[in-house]
Each structure stands twice: as C-alpha cells, then as structure tokens.
C-alpha cells in the first residue's frame, strides 16, 4: 500500500484525518493554516484531489467542496481523496480572486518557498500535494458578474483528461489549453490530470452550479472504482471552440437569451439602449452555438464580453 505523508503526518488505509498546514500570519499576527481533509479506503485505488477557492471570491467550490465533507456525500470503497474546501484563505478574507499583493494563485506554479504569499502556497501544493495525487478536480466560477453554465474545461489532448470530464458528465466540455504557471498545467507536467468545473459567478451563491459539482464528482469517483452507486448522467455536449460576442456600444445592457440556451447566427442576443431612449443597438449571434457564458452586469461599455458562445 502506497504511504502517504502530508505536512509530515502519516495517514494510513482507512484513516480519514485533517491536517492544517501553517502557511504564514496576518498583519494581526494570527496565523492562517491551510486545512486539508483526507479521506482513505482500506483499499488501495487512485488517489483523487478535490479543491476549491484556489480564487478566494469563487464561493460556490468552497460550498460544493463543504457538503461533501459535512453530508459525508463520498464514500469510497478503494483509494483515497484529498478535499481543500479553501485554498486561497487571504482571497476569502478579502472578497478578492487574488492574494493582498494583487497576484493570483493559479498564475503562481510551481511556487517558491521564499517567494510572495501566492507563490508559498503554491510551492506547497506542488510539493505536499500534486506529488499524491492521481486526478483533481479544481472548482470554479465566472468573475464578478459573469456567469457560467455548469462546464468542464479540459484539454482535449489530454486523452485521460476527456475521459475523466465524460465521466463527470455536466453540461458542457471545453476544450481549454493548459495555461503557464496554473494549478492544472503543473500538475500535467508531473503526468497528473486535473480537471476545472466552472460554474455559476464570484460572490455569488448557485444552488444549481454547486449540485452540479456534487453530482459531477461522484459520477467520476464512481467510473475510476472509488464509490460504489448509480448517478443520472446529464446529456454532455463538446465544446471545440468558443469566443464572447463583445458590446460595439456602450450602455444599458439587455440579454434575450440565457445560460444553456442553443443559439442560432443572426439572432439577436441582446440589446443595448442608453439611458434616454435615443440608441437602441442589437447584439447578433456571429455563430451557431450555446451560452456557456454570461454577463449580468446591466451597464456595460463598449468592449465588453457579453455572451460567450461555444461551438460543439
């Protein structure tokens, strides 16, 4: 049976434990820990990481991640899973996507272990954490007032990849290159596979986009042996390619279609009106596709992404 250390603690088959990993103090001097939650089948099977807030205001990973451990949803029957319901602690503190300095975790990889507070952290899940694991799936949402349709985003090169976000089974797949210096790419480049759910918006709580993430999960942990159970598989379309229609006006922002909806080219999407009743501008489809996104902010300027259109 594979050992498994975290933090220098030793967690053996069958064990479940938490184990707080400090990470550094507030300005305060209170210390902020970094709780991880382990979970261990007397089997041995794949070891599977289960993150979220790695984006300290994406609140509806952190809820999806929570249930799971606090309705005991995942129960394995071999191998083990790692849960980090909140991985950007300083983000969560704040509201914010980013660390107290302005930078973002998931462009911190591989980290350093003297480097800024987003780059420790980083250092940490490369070195404690990816070395563990076997899959991942990291949990997160649109920006502030921008929403995603519950989606897996996985580069469709990664053959393993495609077949683990299959599995999961949500509305839609992206086919989303790895990004330099993110959680996922690190992760690849040691031969791990990690998946990205994108669902609902930053700040906001999506009762459907969290029920999604628990569905997904377990519907993966079933397929790789790890759970035993039967969950209703959704009808999963492939996105090859997307883009955003963008405002050529700026104003108040009016959409004619929601997230999910299939869409035609020359539709009319949405209108854009000022405030006086003198300009009223539509907003046409370039493509045929779906509204896997979308922006709910109702002032908006010219530039802006408004509806982001995938193709299958």
Avoid: C
Avoid at 189 to 216: F, N, P, T, W
Avoid at 227 to 255: C, D, H, L, Y
């Amino acid at each position: 049976m594979k050992e498994m250390v975290i933090n220098g603690v030793k967690v053996r088959p069958g064990q479940s434990m938490n184990i707080d990993i400090a990470i550094a103090r507030l300005p305060t001097h209170t210390l902020i820990d970094l709780p991880v939650f382990i979970n261990r089948a007397e089997a041995e099977g794949p070891v599977v990481l289960i993150s979220g807030g790695v984006h300290g205001d994406e609140i509806n990973g952190i809820v999806a991640v929570r249930r799971m451990l606090e309705e005991k949803l995942i129960k394995l029957v071999k191998g083990t899973v790692i849960f980090m319901p909140l991985v950007n602690v300083y983000g969560f503190l704040s509201n914010s996507r980013t660390f107290p300095d302005g930078r973002d975790l998931n462009r911190s990889f591989p980290g350093s272990k003297k480097g800024s507070l987003a780059s420790q952290i980083a250092f940490i899940l490369s070195n404690e954490i990816i070395p563990l694991i076997d899959y991942g799936i990291d949990f997160h949402t649109g920006g502030r007032m921008l929403s995603n349709y519950p989606q897996i985003r996985v580069d469709y090169k990664d053959k393993k990849g495609v077949e683990l976000a299959t599995a999961f089974g949500t509305h839609y797949i992206l086919n989303s290159s790895h990004i330099d210096k993110s959680f996922r790419k690190e992760a690849y480049k040691r031969r791990k596979h990690i998946l990205v759910y994108e669902g609902g918006e930053s700040m906001r709580l999506d009762d459907y986009a969290v029920e999604e993430a628990l569905l997904g999960t377990q519907r993966m942990l079933i397929h790789l042996g790890m759970m035993e159970g039967n969950v209703s598989p959704k009808q999963t379309i492939m996105i090859s390619e997307s883009s955003w229609v963008r405002a050529k006006v700026s104003g108040i922002f009016s959409s004619r279609v929601k997230l999910g909806e299939e869409v035609k080219k020359g539709e009319i999407l949405a209108t854009i009106t000022d405030p006086y009743g003198q300009v009223k501008v539509v907003v046409k489809g370039t493509h045929n596709g779906h509204v896997v996104g979308l922006n709910n902010n109702p002032v908006v300027n010219s530039g802006d992404a408004l509806v982001h259109v995938g193709r299958a």
